[in-house]
Nanobody, 127 residues
Framework: QVRLVESGGGSVQSGGSLRLSCAAS????????MGWFRQSPGKAREGVATIDRGTSATYVESVKGRFTISRNDGDFENTLVLQMDNLKPDDTGTYYCAVVRRTSSQPCLPSNGVAYWGQGIQVTVSL
């Protein structure tokens, strides 16, 4: 059974940092492509960053240079992390950990569809 549980959200002032973690079940971390998505107030849900098992990462343009995605596929702990630095008010939203769909010939991208979602966690950035 796929299980994804986010933690680490909260409120921060503009320019601050937050670190999101996603505890993933073994079934989830066998996926080759994992990612973080977000839904900001009044906007559609969007992909923020994705990472494959080779640790190749892709970011949406608005977070490049500020966010870093990483994954730990350990024997006993499977974790997906999003380090967010120099946060801006536009980064406010609900952030979701996800297992991202991909075919064998498809790259691991934030624009891909999602197979499984976490429950989401709130990030609020104030001026």
């Amino acid at each position: 059974q796929v299980r994804l549980v986010e933690s680490g959200g909260g409120s921060v002032q503009s320019g601050g940092s937050l670190r999101l973690s996603c505890a993933a079940s073994r079934d989830a971390m066998t996926a080759s492509c994992m990612g973080w998505f977000r839904q900001s107030p009044g906007k559609a849900r969007e992909g923020v960053a994705t990472i494959d098992r080779g640790t190749s990462a892709t970011y949406v343009e608005s977070v490049k240079g500020r966010f870093t995605i990483s994954r730990n596929d350990g024997d006993f702990e499977n974790t997906l992390v999003l380090q967010m630095d120099n946060l801006k008010p536009d980064d406010t939203g609900t952030y979701y950990c996800a297992v991202v769909r991909r075919t064998s010939s498809q790259p691991c991208l934030p624009s891909n569809g999602v197979a499984y979602w976490g429950q989401g966690i709130q990030v609020t950035v104030s001026l």
